[in-house]
């Protein structure tokens, strides 16, 4: 039995930062609700200039689904389309 060591590598690698990029999509997304949550709250005690949010729910968005399709396309090479 030969070990293609290189391969291993590339792989354990790949795989660390694939998991690293979606651990932090999943946080900034995290991140991006608590501060539109923080906006609504401004706005609605009345601090003049405060943003609606809708910035912030749609950077969320964005990384919460950058997340689902990592995670799918995961799914689907493991079940081997």
Known sequence: ???KWSA???TAGLSFGITVAVVAAFALGMLAL??????QDAVRSGIPG???GNLAL???ALCFSA????VFYGITMIAGH
Request: proline fraction near 0%.
């Open 1 to 3: 039995m030969n070990i």
């Open 67 to 70: 997340c689902a399709s990592v």
């Open 58 to 60: 749609a950077c969320a």
């Open 8 to 10: 291993l590598a590339q």
């Open 50 to 52: 405060a943003g609606s």
């Open 34 to 39: 608590s501060r539109r949550e923080a906006a």
